[in-house]
């Protein structure tokens, strides 16, 4: 019998991370699901107890910033001696203005959105390579392709995974490893209400931007309602994984998303400026 293809996946406790574990469980993967908190494995293993694939995940500790764990994943896909997928998808999105937000909280940001997915993917690297083939799909976001104001640390770290991913896909082409880009609109998970933190300091009456960061807060609430079924986005990286080539780099997905990214290229950024914020402070 064909063993199965293995699949790992980061951020698996919520939101897409949980549902692409499944995903890919039910296509047939046997699924490395990692988390940073064990202990919200439960979420995870109950939706794969009804869809029964229980059997085919694996949850494995991972903060994707902590160089000790990616060290036990190394030992994990070596134990397998084959690893064909990666799906990095742990991130949170931290907001505030630049001003009020310390250097320290932009470095954070990085740790995990960037540095954690480098670190992560050279985890893999060496296995892919010496098999000749694998899969990395990088969960960027449409703010890895165009800027808002109050979530600069969020945009800036998704835009530096834009970069490194281009790079590193022109990188390990040659040795069959497949590397994509998964750039989500706003779609229904725990990342809006993780990620205020920063942005709960620009909405106080003392904040200079407080008037600015309520109005960027009430554009925001009115979307909510619009906001995607993540189910979306798990389909489109488990139907990525199942691909023998991936074409093109990047995939867009998301109500509207891919209207903003044709008038970002294409109008000039002055109109493009000001249509923004007749938009965002009518
Ligand atoms: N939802 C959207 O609208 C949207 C749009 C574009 C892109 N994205 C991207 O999609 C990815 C998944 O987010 P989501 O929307 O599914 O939100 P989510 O439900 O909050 O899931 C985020 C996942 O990342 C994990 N995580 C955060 N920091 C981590 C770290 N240092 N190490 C390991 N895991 C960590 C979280 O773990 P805990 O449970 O322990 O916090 C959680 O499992 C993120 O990269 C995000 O930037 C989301």
């Not at 046997?30 to 869809?51: G, S």
């Not at 892919?128 to 945009?155: A, C, D, H, W």
Request: proline share 4%.
């Amino acid at each position: 019998m064909e063993s199965r293809k293995i699949a790992i996946v980061t951020g698996a406790s919520s939101g897409f991370g949980l549902l692409t574990s499944i995903e890919l469980a039910k296509r047939g993967f046997d699924v490395i699901a990692t988390m940073r908190d064990l202990e919200k494995t439960q979420a995870l293993f109950d939706v794969a107890e009804t869809l029964q694939v229980k059997e085919q995940l694996t949850v494995l500790p991972l903060d994707v910033t902590n160089s000790g764990q990616i060290e036990s994943l190394k030992k994990e896909i070596s134990a397998r001696n084959s690893v064909d997928v990666l799906v990095n998808n742990a991130g949170y999105a931290l907001g505030g203005f630049c001003e009020e937000t310390t250097l320290d909280e932009y470095r954070e940001q990085f740790e995990t959105n960037f540095f954690g997915v480098i670190a992560v993917t050279q985890a893999v690297l060496p296995f892919m390579r010496e098999q000749g083939r694998g899969k990395i799909i990088n969960v960027s976001s449409i703010s890895g392709l165009t800027g808002f104001p109050g979530l600069s640390p969020y945009v800036a770290s998704k835009h530096a995974l834009e970069g490194f991913t281009e790079c590193l896909r022109l990188e390990m082409k040659p040795f069959g490893i497949e590397v994509a880009l998964v750039e989500p609109g706003s779609y229904q998970t725990n990342i809006w209400s993780n990620g205020k933190r920063v942005a709960e300091k620009s909405l106080k009456g003392e904040s200079p931007y407080s008037t600015y960061m309520r109005a960027i807060e009430s554009k925001i609430e009115e979307g909510v309602p619009n906001y995607g079924d993540p189910q979306e986005v798990a389909n489109l990286i488990a139907d990525l994984c199942e691909r023998e080539k991936i074409e093109p780099l990047r995939f867009l997905v998301g109500k509207g998303i891919k209207a903003i990214v044709f008038i970002k290229k294409w109008v000039p950024w002055a109109h493009w400026e000001k249509a923004f914020y007749k938009r965002l402070l009518k």
